[in-house]
């Protein structure tokens, strides 16, 4: 889904969350001749093809594409160069960096014939809609602009950060010269300088489409152009429902550009906490869900009975409390419900948003208490900037006030805002509700996401002829709105990768996201485990801890990602191998990889879970009661070390990693051990998963890998 906020123009609102992030921007466009609308997809299909295989009286590969759709069209025209000229204008991109190929516009027994019988076609597919997943975030990381990782790096400058998105504004003043921008915030919400998490690195925006999402053929050609034109990051808040990867034309071109050696960021959706909805699920791409900051935006609502329960809003008037109101439930807030007689000067409880209030509003309602509906849903709260009195409650405030409605004869209650910005004082980061889960719906010994970001109620540059609810009847404007969404967790990922390019130029992308898993961290500001927003269940076991099917390896620390000991490398062969153990055929390899011959023969023990990932998922089943995976690190410290193993694992399974030691002497020495899991018998046998860590360690670096167990 898109965000946890209103669709429209939410990719443009994190492209501006992005410009916090650069000194300047340059903006390349790709060859873009058209913007799809979802309605116009049914008709255009991306061909992929071996140009290796293109014949020699062809000039060109677009030449030879305009060719093939001629020849398998039944509607051609006879005159050669009138088929070729009606068939050119039908052609929407080539592709010719990440991959080879083209998006063009078909009848289906056209795509039928070209799929069956074109030569060097390997794959045609229909196009597919990705839709956006959607500043006290750079602190809250760790990030300093006095000392530290920003000092050392020097704030990234000269990384360019290609986004894949809807567009820019570039009259922000997030694209001033500076990049800085003081006094940055939602009317008097979250004010102070807003800076990104890479504030010197470069922009290039590559327009995919307009404000209801981008087509895959329009994301590919601006991966294309991103690749050819140099860029070292690319970010992209946008996902659809997982699909096998030679079918996921997103996989398909982000595995070419980190054959390129380009780190690709992508959001992991926001369908939680439901398991298997996290998308973008490749081993290629880096995935990242949304975690909570430590700062709130209280609003007190007190109750008949004295009781205060405090909600979060964006509210922004100024009010003491002192006049209590009738409290009414309703089960909509619709417009239907909604009628004068109902709510007229009464404070209306249901589930509901800003568009509900404004409806409320003209109906001559009093105030309004949105509630969090669901027990998953959790404390993490969003904001919402109400025209009228209004909070939002959480599921366990709700609680509360649905056992006052049940005791009092005539309920009231009153508002109090203060209109204030809180940090530091709630438990943070934790893995917000909304943030998609695993697991990993196309390869479950696959661990998504990766990392955690942060991705709720983060202020973000904003567009100032856009209402800041995306309402018409919303006549607010500001240059910064405070936006949720793994859409935001994104291209905080994407900035700390920036970093981390500057300081290693020629690090991999493997080797870039394993540096932030390896160093993330797993507990919150108060030295407890990250919380779970929402509701985990193993069995008849409820975890209040975020395990890795939320929280990935955990939330992004760019001050140790930087000096991370070691790392775990993984190139083209790595995921060609990887691609076999899902016994991909020759024809599905090949959208990968041209001119592959196929698979060589299966080796012993190997498996999706063999690939060198910086996490584990072991999965057990009635025959299998014993796994053992292999690792290789690679030391990436200057002086020698030794590290020792440590293990965490559940009382239904013993680990054992050999060697326990591992010495290293110099840089970029390689190291390789196995681990050996036993799903002890009599132990979980009605468990369905659990978790453990894997962690090699000295007094001044611990590379630390989470573990999932499986059972059938």
Not at 20 to 30: D, V
Not at 282 to 290: E, H, K, Q
Not at 521 to 536: F, K, S
Not at 626 to 635: A, C, E, P
Request: aromatic share 8%; net charge negative.
């Amino acid at each position: 889904m898109a965000s946890t906020t209103s669709k429209p123009l939410q990719c443009l609102a994190l492209f501006l969350l992005l410009a916090q992030l650069a000194h300047s921007a340059f903006i390349p466009k790709p060859k873009n001749r058209t913007e799809h609308k979802p309605d116009q997809l049914s008709n255009t299909y991306i061909v992929h093809v071996n140009h290796l295989l293109k014949p020699s009286r062809f000039a060109t590969l677009e030449h030879w594409y305009i060719s093939m759709v001629a020849t398998h069209s039944p509607r051609a025209a006879t005159n050669a160069t009138a088929a070729a000229a009606a068939v050119a204008g039908r052609i929407l991109y080539t592709y010719d960096t990440v991959m080879h190929g083209f998006a063009v516009r078909l009848a289906a027994d056209e795509a039928r014939s070209l799929s069956r019988g074109a030569p060097g076609v390997t794959a045609v597919h229909q196009a597919r809609m990705y839709y956006p997943q959607t500043t006290r975030s750079p602190g809250f990381i760790g990030l300093d602009p006095e000392y530290g990782l920003w000092r050392d790096t020097e704030f990234g400058d000269g990384v360019i950060i290609g986004v894949i998105d809807s567009g820019i504004w570039p009259e922000s003043p997030s694209f001033n010269a500076g990049s800085e921008v003081h006094g940055a915030g939602l009317f008097m919400f979250a004010r102070g300088t807003a800076r990104g998490v890479a504030p010197k690195a470069r922009i290039a925006m590559y327009k995919c489409g307009g404000n209801w999402g981008c087509s895959d053929a329009a994301i590919i050609a601006g991966i294309d152009a991103a690749v050819k034109d140099g860029v070292d990051i690319i970010s992209i808040s946008l996902g659809g429902f997982p699909i096998p990867f030679y079918e996921d034309s997103l996989a398909i071109a982000t595995f070419g550009a980190q054959r390129e050696g380009v780190f690709v960021a992508l959001a992991g959706g926001n369908s939680g906490p439901r398991p298997y909805t996290v998308t973008n699920v490749a081993p290629w791409m880096t995935t990242v869900g949304a975690g909570a900051v430590d700062r709130l935006f209280p609003a007190n609502l007190t109750l008949g009975n004295g009781e205060v329960l405090v909600g979060q809003s964006l509210y922004t008037k100024m009010a003491t409390g002192t006049t209590m109101a009738p409290l009414v439930l309703l089960d909509s807030c619709d417009e239907w419900s909604l009628s004068p007689d109902v709510v007229m000067g009464k404070i209306v409880v249901c589930l509901a948003g800003v568009y509900e209030g404004m409806l409320l509003q003209n109906a001559g309602g009093a105030g309004l208490v949105s509630m969090q509906g669901e027990e998953w849903h959790g404390d993490g709260v969003v904001a919402d900037a109400f025209t009228l009195p209004a909070l939002t409650l959480s599921y366990s405030k709700a609680e509360k006030l649905m056992d006052y409605f049940e005791s009092a004869a005539s309920p009231v209650a009153s508002f109090s805002f203060a209109c204030e910005t809180v940090t530091g004082e709630n438990r943070a980061p934790t893995a917000v509700g909304f943030s998609s889960r695993g697991p990993n719906r196309v390869v479950p010994e696959l661990l998504k996401p990766d990392v955690l970001a942060p991705g709720l109620n983060i202020l973000a540059a904003w567009p100032r002829d856009i209402p800041v609810s995306m309402l018409n009847m919303d006549t607010r404007r500001s240059e910064f709105n405070i936006l949720s969404g793994t859409s935001m967790a994104c291209p905080h990922a994407a900035g700390v990768a920036a970093l981390i390019k500057k300081r290693h130029g020629d690090w991999t992308p493997a080797m870039i996201r394993s540096a932030m898993m390896t160093t993330a961290a797993t507990l919150d500001n108060t030295g407890r485990d990250i919380t779970d927003e929402g509701v985990q269940e193993a069995a008849n076991a409820t975890f209040t801890s975020a395990t890795p099917l939320a929280a990935g390896a955990g939330h992004v620390r760019p001050q140790l990602a930087v000096d991370p000991g070691l790392v775990y490398d993984a190139g083209v062969e790595d995921y060609v191998d990887f691609l076999c153990s899902l016994n991909y055929t020759v024809e599905q390899l090949r959208v990968f990889v041209p001119d592959t011959a196929g698979c060589a023969p299966a080796l012993p023990g190997g498996g999706p879970a063999n690939l060198n990932y910086p996490s584990f998922v072991v999965a057990f089943n009635g025959s299998t009661r014993v796994r053992t995976l292999t690792r290789t690190v690679t030391k990436v410290y200057e002086k020698p070390e030794t590290y020792s193993v440590a293990v965490s694992a559940p009382a239904g399974v013993k680990v054992t990693v050999r060697p326990a030691t591992l010495e290293f002497k110099e840089k970029n020495e390689e190291k390789s051990y196995t681990v050996e899991f036993t799903s002890v018998a009599g132990g979980h046998v009605n468990q369905s998963w659990d978790v453990g860590h894997i962690s090699w360690e000295n007094r001044k670096h611990q590379v630390r890998s989470p573990v999932v167990f499986m059972w059938n």
